[in-house]
C-alpha cells in the first residue's frame, strides 16, 4: 500500500468515527428531549387527567352492595365517605342534583366536576357507585325506607334476621322497589308476626 492509499485509508476511518460520533450524540440529545417531553407530560396529565375509569363503569350487585349509591343518597352520607372533604361532597351533591331526573349514569360524570380528578375518583371509587348499593342516611326519616335500606340496616329492625334482611333485598332486587309496605309479607321467610312488629318503623317512599 502506498503512502498515498495509507492516507485516504485513515481518513475514511477517522470520517466513520467522526460520523459514528456524531449519530450517538444526535440518539442521546433525541432521548433526552424525549424523556424531558414524557415528564412534562406526565406533570400536567396528573393535575389535568379527565380519562374515564375502566372500573365502576359497570354493575356488580354484589361488589356494589357496601356502596353508596351517589343517585340514592343524601348530602350528610357522601360527607362521611372516608377521605372526602365538606367543599368537595356539596360539588358531588349539587352536581347531582342538577341532573335531568338528579342522577347521573356513571362515576366518570364526576370528571365534569371543576378540580374533580381521575386521583381523585380512584380514591373514591371503592366507596361509592350509581348502580345498585344503599342510600346511607337517606334509607331513615321517621321510618326506614325499605327500598333504600341495606342488610345491615334491615336486620337491626326487632324481628329481622340477617336471613330475612337478606330475603327482603333479594326479593326487591328481583321485583324491583317494593310499592306499599303489606308487600313485605310475599317474601318467602317474613311471617305475619315478623310484619305486625316491624309495619309502623317502616315506609317504601
Same mark, same amino acid.
Given at each position: ?64 352492595? !357496601? *356502596? $353508596? %349509591?351517589? @343517585? ?9 365517605? &372516608? +377521605?372526602?372533604?365538606?367543599? #368537595? =361532597? ?51 326519616? !321517621? *321510618? $326506614? %325506607?325499605? @327500598? ?9 329492625? &326487632? +324481628?329481622?334476621?340477617?336471613? #330475612? =334482611? ?40
Amino acid at each position: 500500500m502506498t503512502n498515498k492509499e495509507k492516507t485516504i485509508f485513515y481518513l475514511l476511518q477517522f470520517l466513520c468515527i467522526l460520523g459514528m460520533l456524531i449519530l450517538l450524540f444526535k440518539v442521546i440529545s433525541s432521548n433526552k428531549t424525549t424523556e424531558d417531553i414524557v415528564k412534562k407530560v406526565d406533570i400536567i396529565a396528573s393535575n389535568t387527567d379527565k380519562t374515564p375509569l375502566v372500573k365502576g363503569i359497570y354493575y356488580d350487585k354484589e361488589e356494589n352492595k !357496601d *356502596k $353508596l %349509591n351517589l @343517585n340514592k343518597t343524601d348530602l350528610r352520607s357522601i360527607k362521611d365517605i &372516608p +377521605g372526602m372533604t365538606s367543599g #368537595i =361532597a356539596k360539588a358531588i351533591y349539587y352536581y347531582i342534583q342538577r341532573k335531568e331526573n338528579k342522577q347521573i349514569k356513571s362515576l366518570n360524570e364526576l370528571l365534569n366536576i371543576k378540580g374533580f380528578s381521575k386521583e381523585r375518583l380512584e380514591k373514591f371509587e371503592p366507596y361509592i357507585t350509581v348502580e345498585g348499593g344503599h342510600a346511607g342516611y337517606k334509607a331513615w326519616g !321517621d *321510618k $326506614l %325506607n325499605i @327500598n333504600f335500606a341495606r342488610e345491615s340496616d334491615l336486620s337491626s329492625l &326487632p +324481628g329481622i334476621s340477617e336471613k #330475612i =334482611a337478606k330475603d327482603i333485598i333479594e326479593y326487591r332486587n328481583t321485583h324491583g322497589n317494593i310499592t306499599y309496605i303489606e308487600e313485605l309479607l310475599e317474601v318467602k321467610s317474613v311471617k305475619k308476626a315478623t310484619f305486625n312488629r316491624i309495619k309502623k318503623l317502616v315506609c317504601v317512599q
